[in-house]
């Protein structure tokens, strides 16, 4: 399980970008399962969350992304690395 704390704060986000405050979503949650999360809503979503969590992704973490749990991870792992 993604850690509470990036995973709570990435829901919240996800909801606000795709304007749907009951948005559930797991950690194999793809944008194939979210109404709405086309390539420009990919794109609002990565710039929300590079400035919440202060991070910048690279093409290739963005590439690898297979579910909403690996995104929850890159980010956990940025943040926590990008701390130190």
């Not at 970008?17 to 794109?43: C, N, R």
């Not at 093409?59 to 690395?81: K, P």
């Amino acid at each position: 399980m993604p850690d509470p704390v990036v995973w709570d704060r990435l829901v919240r986000i996800m909801r606000d970008v795709f304007d749907d405050d009951e948005l559930t979503v797991q950690p194999g949650t793809t944008a194939a399962d979210v109404e709405g999360w086309d390539s420009i809503s990919h794109i609002e979503l990565m710039v929300a969350l590079e400035a919440a969590f202060g991070i910048r992704f690279n093409t290739g973490e963005i590439a690898g992304l297979r579910n909403v749990g690996d995104l929850a991870d890159v980010i956990a792992t940025r943040a926590d690395h990008d701390r130190s």
